[in-house]
T-cell receptor
Framework: DAGVIQSPRHEVTEMGQEVTLRCKPISGHNSLFWYRQTMMRGLELLIYFNNNVPIDDSGMPEDRFSAKMPNASFSTLKIQPSEPRDSAVYFC???????????FGDGTRLSIL | GESVGLHLPTLSVQEGDNSIINCAYSNSASDYFIWYKQESGKGPQFIIDIRSNMDKRQGQRVTVLLNKTVKHLSLQIAATQPGDSAVYFCAETSNDYKLSFGAGTTVTVRA
């Protein structure tokens, strides 16, 4: 079975540029999560969608970050403008419902120069 | 504030031996706990979960123990194999979705 699919796997760009990360959750899962992982802060929840609706965005760092889920099979996380401190691995995860295990993609490793 | 943490950051195990990875949590309201395995360059992989109405759950070669009295969670891996080398995270939640992750324990299996 296909797991959570993220693209791109790696992104290197200069500060000030717009970055768009993409995620396809597991089919049939109604909950989708965006996380950020850094050595200093570990895994942090950025935003949680349930049935395509944002439920909790309290982890989004600032207004430069935005996320959308236009349909059940696609979500994006956008950073505009990007800054070097945004460099991290960004993970997307999905679960069949919110009180069930979250399954993670292999992440996007983002480097902002 | 509430936090989830691990007792040991690294664990070295002889191949074939059993491994025990420990995790302490501080939120007494936590009712759902998950163990994840993360290999280099990959996302966290679900291993096993347990809810607060249980104190033990077994999977294939893995057992999770939950002690709510002392707020302690452990993962036991039987007959550890080289493929078990990874970083292991415990995670907990009290609201069904917002997982708090521990810092992670790096497990290295010696041949």
């Amino acid at each position: 079975d296909a797991g959570v699919i993220q693209s791109p796997r790696h992104e290197v760009t200069e500060m000030g540029q717009e970055v768009t990360l993409r995620c396809k959750p597991i089919s049939g899962h109604n909950s989708l999560f965006w996380y950020r992982q850094t050595m200093m802060r570990g895994l942090e929840l950025l935003i949680y969608f349930n049935n395509n609706v944002p439920i909790d965005d309290s982890g989004m760092p600032e207004d430069r970050f935005s996320a959308k889920m236009p349909n059940a099979s696609f979500s994006t996380l956008k950073i505009q403008p990007s800054e070097p401190r945004d460099s991290a691995v960004y993970f997307c995860a999905s679960s069949i419902q919110e009180n069930q295990p979250q399954h993670f993609g292999d992440g996007t490793r983002l480097s902002i120069l | 504030g509430e936090s989830v943490g691990l007792h040991l950051p690294t664990l070295s195990v002889q191949e074939g031996d059993n491994s025990i990875i420990n995790c302490a949590y501080s939120n007494s309201a936590s009712d759902y706990f998950i163990w994840y395995k993360q290999e280099s360059g990959k996302g966290p992989q679900f291993i096993i979960d347990i809810r607060s109405n249980m104190d033990k759950r077994q999977g294939q070669r893995v057992t999770v123990l939950l002690n709510k009295t002392v707020k302690h969670l452990s993962l036991q891996i039987a007959a550890t194999q080289p493929g078990d080398s990874a970083v292991y995270f415990c995670a907990e939640t009290s609201n069904d979705y917002k997982l708090s992750f521990g810092a992670g324990t790096t497990v290295t299996v010696r041949a």
